[in-house]
DNA sequence: AATTATTTTTAGTCAAGCCTAATTTTCACC
DNA sequence: GGTGAAAATTAGGCTTGACTAAAAATAATT
């Protein structure tokens, strides 16, 4: 059961959410950042959350969601890719400009809407931004990835995992400004060493050598 | 131009939408009994509103909407009819689950959203529950009548006007329970007087004279 | 016309969410 | 280890939209 929330709760458990990665914490500044509030107002709603058992704060370090959270973030997250689907799909809006429209709609609450939403978009697996859209229950559908290694010429990709990521291979990255979520199409790939050509959608090249390609787990789309 | 306003703002100008009768003002007490708040609150908000030039506010004698308020408010009804139409067209709701969740869905602001969904619907005339659905402009789609007198026997009707309305009319129909809205069937007809039978889905059977019958505008449904 | 009942308004309070300013804590660097 | 910058928290205040209780206005009844 998900209990009902008010609209600045919901937005302040969908921005930790999303800053919140693996074993990492959401810090307050990032938070206020996203929401365009303040450190303070943060705290005060971390606290909230907090004691209603959604959010676990560590006064100073920062807020992770509980499985209680989680959950709620998951639906969230569904609702919004549910719905900018629609808008694209159905409404033929432009990728660009649903963000604002499924900002407003996603706060909607009703369980069934979204089912019945669901099944009439054909349960979708992924929005047209190419994001992955949680089922009911919370579970993210399989990715299909592969080595950018194995990546053909020509193909439009995007990187969803790093495969074992190093200190100092997530350092590379870092250093070219290579990102989960970066998309690209192959241009060249030398036989020789395996290293691969990108171009990327906003314009600049990369080249990455074979010995990070093994490492890059695209997603065509 | 319509101007951005709160929940809360258009809640109450849509319940003196709603309470407003041709000519009419709105009374304090019925709009909080609407909105499940009390006296005092609307008091507030209906000076707040008239302010902003939304509502005309007679102290103690009740509300009336401006132009620019009617605006506002058939904005709002637009879209929850069209939200409706949606719901039971499209998702399969029934008629009467919809309500609650077109009430949430017509306060998410967007010109566009409104547009499109119009569009996709295919610009239909009346919501499922047979309510006509404005234009982008505020007006009304015409309604197709004809006199009760004129109905066949067997046709599934609903009272939408009543022609030159006399007070002894008014008192007449009153009595009897006969209302706008009023949905019903033909159950038989005398061609010696004009006068009707019709059996109403709630049960109740009324019969009225050819005199009456000539009165009543009634559309097909 | 006076009294009573109802409705409306006014006055003062409260919680939610935000803010600014001041204080405290952490962290990075010498 | 001390110091200063950045971030987080606390303290106190403001606005919105609700409330209760009391006062005022209107309507109804005798």
Redesign the pocket.
């Known amino acids: 059961m998900t209990t009902s929330?008010?609209?600045?709760?919901e937005?302040?458990i969908k921005a930790i959410h999303g800053l919140q990665q693996a074993g990492t914490s959401a810090?307050?500044?990032?938070?206020?950042d996203r929401?365009?509030?303040?450190?303070?107002?943060?705290?005060?709603?971390?606290?909230?959350l907090a004691e209603k058992g959604l959010v676990k704060?560590?006064?100073?370090?920062?807020?992770t969601l509980t499985t209680k959270g989680r959950r709620q973030a998951l639906m969230l997250v569904r609702k919004h890719r549910l719905w900018e689907t629609f808008l694209v799909q159905r409404l033929g809006f432009g990728w660009d400009e649903v963000h604002e429209v499924a900002e407003q709609l996603e706060h909607v609450g009703s369980e069934k809407l979204v089912e019945r939403l669901d099944e009439y978009l054909g349960r979708p697996a992924f929005d047209p931004h190419g994001d992955p859209i949680p089922d009911a229950q919370g579970r993210f559908p399989e990715r299909v990835t592969l080595p950018l290694v194995d990546c053909a010429v020509g193909e439009r990709i995007r990187l969803v995992a790093v495969k074992d990521p190093s200190d100092s291979l997530l350092h590379l990255l870092n250093e070219k400004g290579i990102g989960i979520g970066l998309e690209a199409e192959v241009r060249a790939r030398q036989d020789f060493d395996g290293s691969v050509e990108l171009r990327t959608k906003q314009g600049p090249v990369h080249v990455v050598s074979g010995r990070v390609a093994e490492h890059l787990l695209m997603e065509r789309r």
Do not use: C, N, Q, W
Not at 35 to 48: E, I
């Open positions: 929330l008010t609209r600045s709760e937005d302040h810090f307050t500044k990032d938070i206020a929401l365009h509030t303040k450190a303070s107002s943060v705290t005060d709603m971390l606290k909230k704060h560590a006064p100073y370090y920062g807020a």
